[in-house]
């Protein structure tokens, strides 16, 4: 059973950068194909999903947030983690890491994170 668990900080201030971390147990994040994302949910709206990173290192964004994102993963910690510089409110919202078996987001995932609460406000 693969698991996937979500953590950092809940309140970011304006300007700041969003750090969180994806820890995975029961699967490795090198294992070729699979794709492990940062999806997230703003209050009131749907899935906006932000990018991949994937066994070989290769990463993915989404070309709304490509410019701010990072995504990077320690293999020895089976960890991935997202960075979302320059915050505003508009980033306020729970955010998972998820696991997908393709690279198109509109089939979705089999794994998921129980999400994380982040709270853009000074």
């Known amino acids: 059973q693969v698991q996937l668990q979500e953590s950092g900080p809940g309140l970011v201030k304006p300007s700041q950068t969003l750090s969180l971390t994806c820890t995975v147990s029961g699967g490795s994040i090198t294992a070729n194909d699979y794709y492990w994302n940062w999806v997230r949910q703003p209050p009131g709206k749907g899935l906006e999903w932000i990018g991949y990173?994937?066994?070989?290192?290769?990463?993915y964004y989404s070309p709304s947030l490509k410019s701010r994102s990072s995504i990077s993963r320690d293999t020895s910690k089976n960890q991935f983690t997202l960075r979302l510089s320059s915050v505003t409110p508009e980033d306020t919202a729970v955010y998972y890491c998820?696991?997908?078996?393709?690279?198109?987001?509109?089939?979705?995932?089999?794994?998921w994170g129980q999400g994380t609460q982040v709270t853009v406000s000074s």
């Open positions: 990173i994937v066994a070989s290192g290769t990463v």
């Open positions: 998820a696991r997908a078996t393709h690279n198109n987001a509109n089939k979705g995932y089999d794994y």
